[in-house]
């Protein structure tokens, strides 16, 4: 019998979209912090590490995670951009950008179109 890998779902933070999200968009973080119940988070929700999107039980524990190897690494990661839909769609191959069009001229050659000269009428 092989064994079970499961997530904790108690440890686990926000997603970096969301929180690139969350750094460009003050309205977007109250909205998500508007989203949960004061009394149900830790240290009353006053401690929240942004870039990780965790709350604190105090002011210490917040600068020691400010201080440690997870935050700095989260703020790394932070540092690139996210990848967009048009990303990802490119990188299987529904992108519909297939370069620079190609003509054909009067002896059936292929050209660039940009090289081809267009006769006034």
Not at 75 to 84: D, F, G, I, T, Y
């Given at each position: 019998?092989?064994s ?24 977007h ?26 709350y ?7 600068v020691?995670?400010?201080r ?22 490119a ?27 267009i006769?006034?009428?």
């Open positions: 019998m092989g079970i890998k499961r997530t904790k779902l108690k440890r686990r933070t926000r997603d970096l979209d969301l929180i690139h999200a969350d750094l460009r968009s003050a309205k973080l109250a909205q998500h912090k508007a989203s949960k119940p004061v009394e149900d988070l830790p240290g009353l929700g006053d401690f929240y590490c942004v870039e990780c999107g965790k604190f039980e105090g002011e210490h524990s917040l020691q995670h400010r440690g190897k997870n935050h700095k690494r989260r703020v790394r990661a932070l540092r690139e951009e996210p990848h967009s839909q048009r990303e990802s769609e990188a299987i191959g529904l992108s519909t950008d297939n370069g620079p069009k190609k003509a054909t001229s009067d002896s059936g050659v292929m050209v660039d179109a940009t090289e081809m000269e006769e006034p009428v």
